[in-house]
């Protein structure tokens, strides 16, 4: 039973224990089993909340008993990207200078799913500081994709999604600055959802590059990622960006895609996110979806974005700049590690650059020179001044491609997923792995990544559906409604072909 447990989405778990049929506390002790079977191959975690954990759930069970009104969600257990602040448990960011930093206070994310019921699994792994689309540049090791251990989760969130892939969580929360949920749910065949800007408060996520980071849910359907959508939206007076509107009625969008009826929506292909760059594989599963939107009544056209040719070099200007600046506060005076000069007068300058050389890895200082040579003085105009030009013609594209169209649609990421090291000292090779999803962080608008079956070489794919700001509700529709007739076409659970998930003995599904 406990292992078929970890089979279900949140949705059944949640209607199994609001009918009494299993209790929170089995829930969450089954994905725990789970975690403490697989993880050792998949590496998805950086650290195991277990005692913590079941005490939530079965304060959850308590309060079932007692008959008080719980959430949607409550008892069902979640695992935390590692860049999100949680009180009393460590957060590293992947990072070697926040080894042994333990936050004072929950992420505004993290405690809205301590308010549903839902125990936190543990912190999942990550590129350092969210730099990277691979989980290898994290301080800790890789983590290992569940479809071949061989190859990378996608990164920089790749620890949430390989620990949804994996079974090990039902849910996860994961951060999405240039497509760090979008690209790695697409590599390991879940699904990934990053909300507009503003739509999900930023309060306790560690900042990466302020303007564009964005939380959003990795989960293995698409109403679930609704379901918790809708649990961690809405305004937050701790975020000056967050947006004062309620939340969107992601799960009723979803519900209605799952119904199957896309008539009268209108779809607009991407024309700029098809052809050069872009695997076999990948192509033809994308026109395969193509034509899955048709049949449910989508009327389709292809839209055009000239800016989207420079959006790679604009976030590789903004997002170092930001995060030049950002990452400044992590200066051995105020927390985190501190070390000592070898050698030399200890002055203040001394450890600090002690501190950042030592604890700090090569793709961190990469950006940081980077960002800080692009604000600086004769410099700023033609690089950042030049990239922020770029991100108001992407605008200007959106807005245009919104008269025509209700959604866009292109792949996620261009290829399945990479070996370990393959491109880990390329980082123009790794930086390319971000095309298709950088475009919505530039310009504030939702996305989610769905599944859509496998490529040539056995690996998944994803698609993306895009929609305008503060319209996320849409890409639940759009996104349900592909993922219905695509899960039917593969024969149910794609992750039941990957070789190391299998069905396990009694397959719940
Ligand atoms: N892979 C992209 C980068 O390296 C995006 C990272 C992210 O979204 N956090 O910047």
């Known amino acids: 039973m406990s292992e078929d447990l970890t089979r279900l989405s949140a949705a059944e778990l949640s209607t199994l ?10 829930v969450t002790e089954a994905h725990l089993a789970r975690i403490h079977d697989v993880d050792d191959d ?9 005692t913590d954990a079941i005490l939530e759930a079965r304060r959850v069970d308590e309060a079932r008993y ?52 839902m125990p936190i699994l543990g912190k999942t792994n990550m590129d350092e500081f969210a ?20 190859r990378i989760p996608g990164g920089s969130g790749g620890g949430s999604s390989a620990a949804v892939a994996a079974f090990e969580a039902p849910l996860a929360l994961g951060t999405d600055t240039g497509g760090s949920i979008r690209q790695p749910a697409a590599v390991t065949g879940t699904v990934g959802a990053k909300p507009t800007y503003g739509a999900v408060s930023r309060y306790g996520l560690v900042a990466m590059a302020s303007s564009l980071d964005q939380v959003g849910p990795c989960s293995r359907t698409v109403l679930d990622a609704a379901m918790l959508h809708e649990v961690i939206g809405g305004h937050d007076p701790h975020d000056a960006t967050s947006l004062p509107e309620p939340v969107a009625p992601a799960v009723a969008y979803a519900r209605q895609g799952m119904a199957g009826d896309l008539r009268g929506v209108r779809i607009g292909i991407v024309g700029e996110l098809r052809g050069d760059g872009f695997q076999q594989g990948v192509l033809e599963r994308y026109a395969e979806a193509l034509g899955v939107l048709e049949d449910l009544g989508a009327e389709m056209q292809v839209v055009s974005c000239p800016s989207f040719a420079y959006t790679l070099a604009a976030y590789y200007l903004i997002m170092p700049s930001e995060a030049s600046s950002n990452l400044a506060r992590f200066d051995a005076m105020r927390y985190g590690l501190r070390l000592s000069p070898q050698g030399g007068p200890v002055t203040a300058e001394a450890v600090m650059g ?16 980077l960002g800080t040579y692009a604000l600086s003085a004769g410099y700023r105009d033609a690089y950042y001044g030049s990239a922020q030009k770029v991100r108001t013609l992407v605008q200007e594209d959106l807005a245009h491609a919104w008269e025509a169209v209700d959604v866009l649609v292109s792949p ?7 070996r370990i090291g393959e491109k880990v000292d390329n ?26 079956g496998l490529a040539e070489d056995g690996l998944p794919v994803g698609v ?31 992750l039941d072909r990957a070789p190391m998930l299998g069905t396990p003995t009694g397959g719940a599904r």
């Open 17 to 26: 224990m609001a009918d009494g049929e299993v209790s929170a506390r089995e």
């Open 131 to 150: 730099m990277g689309s691979s989980t290898e540049h994290s301080a800790f090791g890789p983590t290992h994709n569940p479809w071949d251990l061989d």
């Open 354 to 369: 002690a501190t950042r050389e030592a604890a700090f890895g090569p793709e961190v200082k990469r950006r940081v020179i």
């Open 464 to 494: 993306q559906v895009l929609a305008p700001a503060r319209a996320d509700a849409w890409i639940y529709r759009v996104g349900a409604a592909l993922e219905a007739v695509l899960t039917e076409r593969w024969g149910g659970g794609l």
């Open 427 to 452: 980082p123009m090779a790794m930086y390319l792995s971000d095309t298709a999803t950088i475009p919505a962080n530039l310009a504030g608008i939702p996305g989610i990544s769905v599944p859509a």
């Open 412 to 418: 996620t990421c261009p290829t399945t997923a990479f």
């Open 66 to 117: 007692r008959g008080e009104e719980l959430g949607p969600l409550a008892g069902v257990p979640i695992a935390v990207k590692d860049l999100l602040t949680t009180r009393g448990m460590r957060t590293t960011c992947g990072s070697r200078i926040l080894e042994d930093w333990v936050p004072v206070y929950d992420a505004t994310v993290v405690a809205k799913v301590r308010d549903a019921g």
């Open 42 to 50: 998949v590496h998805a975690f950086v650290l195991v909340n277990d």
